[in-house]
C-alpha cells in the first residue's frame, strides 16, 4: 500500500471489533509516530497506550461521553512537555504531536486498523486518569482498533477552494 492509497482510505471510525491488536501491530504503528519528524528534532511526546478495559472505560467520560471510544482495545493518547512557540508563532508541542498522530493514523489504516482523532477531551481528566504529569499536555486522543463499519469518504473542499498559486490569493 503506497501512502496515497493510506490517505485516501483512512476514515474516522467509530464502530469498533471486540478482537485485540497484535502487539507487532500496535508496535508498527507506534514506530511510525516515533519516526515523524518535530521541530528541533526535540521528540518532546510521549504515547501512552491505554488497554486496560477499567480505563477506557473512564476514559469515555474523560472524552465527553463519547461512548463509541470504549470498544476500541486500544486508546492512543499523544502528550508532550516542551510548551515553546516557534518563530511563527504556532505551538511546536501542537504541531509536532500531530503529526506523530498523523503518521501513526496512516500506518494503522496501512495495518488494517481504524482510528477516530478526538479533540473532545478534557485535558485535566485525561491526565488525572492516566497519571500524566503535570508539565505534559494531551494534544489528541485516538481510539485504535480493526474496524466494525464500513464508512464512505466523507466530503472534502475541491483543490482550486484550498490552493492559492503565488500572490494569487481568492476569496
Ligand atoms: C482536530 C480534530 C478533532 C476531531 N475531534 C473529533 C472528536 O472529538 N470526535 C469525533 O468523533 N471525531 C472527531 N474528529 C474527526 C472528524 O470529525 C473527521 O476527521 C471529519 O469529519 C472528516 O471525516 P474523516 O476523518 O472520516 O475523513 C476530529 C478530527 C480532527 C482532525
Given at each position: 500500500m503506497d501512502v496515497m492509497h493510506a490517505i485516501l482510505e483512512r476514515r474516522s471510525i467509530r464502530r469498533y471489533q471486540n478482537r485485540p491488536i497484535e502487539q507487532p501491530v500496535l508496535n508498527k504503528v507506534l514506530e511510525a509516530g516515533r519516526l515523524a519528524p518535530s521541530a528541533r528534532n526535540q521528540q518532546d511526546w510521549r504515547f501512552v497506550v491505554v488497554k486496560d478495559p477499567d480505563l477506557r472505560a473512564k476514559m469515555v467520560d474523560a472524552c465527553?461521553?463519547?461512548?463509541?471510544?470504549?470498544?476500541?482495545p486500544v486508546h492512543l493518547v499523544v502528550c508532550a512537555n516542551n510548551v515553546r512557540d516557534m518563530a511563527c508563532g504556532q505551538p511546536a508541542r501542537t504541531v509536532d504531536c500531530s503529526i506523530a498522530l498523523s503518521f501513526m493514523m496512516l500506518e494503522a489504516m496501512e495495518c488494517g486498523l481504524g482510528t477516530c482523532w478526538l479533540g473532545s477531551f478534557d485535558n485535566q481528566a485525561v491526565k488525572t486518569l492516566l497519571r500524566i504529569p503535570d508539565d505534559y499536555q494531551v494534544v489528541a486522543v485516538t481510539p485504535l482498533g480493526y474496524p466494525d463499519e464500513q464508512v464512505d469518504a466523507r466530503p472534502r473542499k475541491a483543490l482550486d477552494q484550498v490552493v492559492a498559486y503565488d500572490d494569487q490569493w481568492t476569496d
Open positions: 465527553c461521553g463519547q461512548r463509541f471510544i470504549q470498544d476500541a
